[in-house]
């Protein structure tokens, strides 16, 4: 679905705008994984910039009354998020669904019709992969596939009027509804979608344990991932971009607020290096000061265009790594080598820019303990300011998983079952080929123990330290990991 003009929205007398609530749902009963306690107490607080995008878009296009409640940010109990619905009294709950979170999501669904929602959508990463299994949920009214700003907007337009939406594009609200083949957008055009006021939310409530201690928020400026990594859940949207004046427009809005940090959440930011370095130029030129981090690949990151990102401002670079053999990389279709990835790292510490390096334990080619410690040994000699270690763990829709599923070594029953009924003790599939999960778990507690009790790590990051703020949260991370 496409759109590039201005969307009217007009009401009769007898037509009462619908009171909307976009809800992310309480982290109580996330998936369990492999990862210490110390790392998962420490999440990253990122406000909920899909659920803001789609309140912003059904602002600026209809009279809706449109409120978010992020009942993550506020570690918000169940009966705490039921009196927040009943205080709003909603036509219409948004909830935001990761696989991950389906028991919560479920929960967070049940929690909004006991409070009187009338109806009630669920979006998300996870009904892009499996939009029909979650409209078959309990009290899910419609589920949208792909972006949600317009879709939103068209089943409140549909419901205000009394009507039974039906065929809108990338939905399934009506028992007629077919399953939608492809995700729905708004625009090919990322300059069509207004500018995200983030005094929608509690904005100066987020932060980034890795950041200066600033109010932090997100931001995109292109949609869609080229690349078919094997592990990788993310849906493959066509690569879209936003132009550089409309990015440094929306940088403005949040500078103006005293957002100082910034993390674009691209899929993947540097597709392209010539519109990296469209964007860096533009920030120059209008003097914007802003410290801000990206996702990105290794391949393409050259010393031109890391000099270029840091005269902007870019004072952090997330790098994903997973494997450090060439076998692993080429199993994982990571499309770098060995060698990219060490001049990338040298790179961004000559250029002065920070790094994370982000790992996988017990992937296929980690067949031995000694393949894994290997793994381990190269993340410390790649000397990134951070590093992030997970379990591999496949999921379905990806090619390792069907791989894993084709050799017996995951079954895609459990998965399917829970996503039909969700339960609080379901365990996600880790690659147990060559190792059980409790001899992954210890790997794992060695790894992030090898990398972050060291004395150069320590001695780097007390040099690091921007504020007491900054201080008292590394501080916190530190202690709770020495404590694991």
Request: net charge negative; glycine share 6%; proline share 6%.
């Amino acid at each position: 679905m496409t759109g590039t003009v201005p969307i009217g929205h007009t009401l009769s007398e007898d037509v009462r705008p619908m009171r909307v609530m976009l809800i992310r749902p309480p982290a109580k009963h996330t998936v369990e994984s492999e990862v210490p306690e110390a790392v998962a107490a420490e999440n990253l607080s990122y406000p909920p910039l899909a659920l803001m995008a789609i309140a912003q878009f059904m602002k600026t296009h209809s009279s809706h009354e449109v409120t978010i409640v992020d009942a993550q940010l506020d570690d918000m109990a169940y009966d705490a998020l039921e009196a927040k619905v009943r205080e709003f009294a909603p036509d219409v709950v948004g909830v935001t669904a990761f696989t991950v979170q389906l028991v919560d999501v479920l929960k967070t669904v049940q929690t909004a019709k006991k409070a009187g929602a009338k109806y009630v959508v669920v979006g998300g990463p996870h009904v892009s992969d499996f939009p029909q299994e979650c409209k078959n949920l309990p009290g899910v009214d419609a589920v949208v596939k792909g972006e949600g700003q317009k879709p939103m907007l068209d089943l409140c337009d549909a419901w205000e009027k009394g009507e039974q939406p039906k065929g809108i594009g990338g939905t399934m609200a009506h028992a007629d509804d077919p399953v939608p083949e492809q995700d729905v957008y708004y625009s090919n055009n990322l300059d069509d979608y207004p500018i995200i006021d983030r005094t929608i939310v509690d904005y100066k409530r987020y932060y980034d344990v890795m950041g200066r201690g600033g109010i932090f928020t997100t931001l995109i400026s292109s949609r869609g991932c080229p690349y078919r990594c094997t592990f990788c859940n993310t849906p493959r949207h066509r690569y879209r971009v936003m132009s550089p004046s409309r990015v440094c427009d929306e940088i403005e809005a949040c500078l103006a607020l005293g957002i100082q940090e910034f993390y674009f959440v691209d899929d993947t930011f540097n597709i392209t290096n010539a519109r990296v370095i469209d964007l860096c130029d533009e920030i120059i030129k209008r003097g914007l000061k802003l410290s801000w981090t990206v996702r990105f690949r290794v391949k393409g990151a050259n010393r031109e265009l890391l000099t270029k990102m840091k005269q902007a401002g870019c004072n952090r670079i997330q790098f994903g790594v997973e494997q450090g053999t060439e076998e692993g990389l080429l199993r994982l279709k990571k499309d770098v080598t060995v060698r990219e990835i060490e001049s990338a790292f040298r790179l961004c510490r000559e250029v002065g820019i920070h790094t994370v390096a982000y790992f996988m334990i017990g992937t296929p080619t980690e067949r031995t303990r000694e393949d894994v410690m290997d793994t381990i040994n190269y993340s410390i000699e790649l000397d990134p300011d951070f590093v992030m270690y997970n379990v591999l763990t496949p999921f379905p829709g990806t090619t390792l998983y069907d791989e894993g599923e084709r050799d017996g070594v995951l079954d895609a029953n459990p998965w399917f079952t829970f996503m039909r009924d969700p339960r609080e003790d379901f365990k996600a599939q880790v690659w147990d080929e060559y190792f059980t999960r409790a001899e992954l778990r210890e790997l794992l507690e060695t790894a992030y123990r090898r990398f972050y009790w060291r004395p150069k790590f320590i001695a780097r990051n007390l040099t690091q330290i921007q504020s007491p703020k900054d201080f008292m949260r590394k501080a916190t991370a530190g202690l709770r990991m020495l404590a694991s």
